[in-house]
């Protein structure tokens, strides 16, 4: 069992910027890909970003590109995404999640084995 907690969310202007932050704390020695996900009223959820195991590949939404930034603790399973230059479209519930098995697809939902409780990004204009 992996428990994933978000952290970082509230409210900002466009423009400005929020950094998010994910741990994931389950049996020692693992490492996990994580990922974000965001979902907005009346949408479905859809991906935002992703890290691998080790750090040595990102991925990100085409949405997101060059805006946002997703890094990972050294040695522990805590992931970090830095938004900036958030716009009003970037509100949602930011959700993390951790891929344990695998070879995942980061860039799909299917392939996370566990999900936090989401943390609210809110941009206003």
């Known amino acids: 069992q992996v428990h994933v907690v978000e952290s970082g969310g509230g409210l900002v202007q466009a423009g400005g910027s929020l950094r998010l932050s994910c741990s994931a704390s389950g049996p020692p020695g693992g490492r996990y890909g994580m990922g974000w996900f965001r979902q907005a009223p009346g949408k479905e959820r859809e991906f935002v970003s992703a890290?691998?195991?080790?750090?040595?590949?990102?991925y990100y939404a085409d949405s997101v590109k060059g805006r946002f930034t997703i890094s990972r603790a050294d040695a522990e399973n805590t992931a970090y995404l830095q938004m900036n230059n958030v716009k009003p479209d970037d509100t949602a519930v930011y959700y993390c999640?951790?891929?344990?098995?695998?070879?995942?697809?980061?860039?799909?939902?299917?392939?996370?084995?566990?999900w936090g409780q989401g943390t609210q990004v809110t941009v206003s204009s």
């Open positions: 890290i691998t195991w080790n750090g040595d590949r990102t």
């Open positions: 999640a951790v891929a344990v098995f695998g070879p995942p697809i980061l860039v799909e939902a299917r392939s996370y084995d566990y």
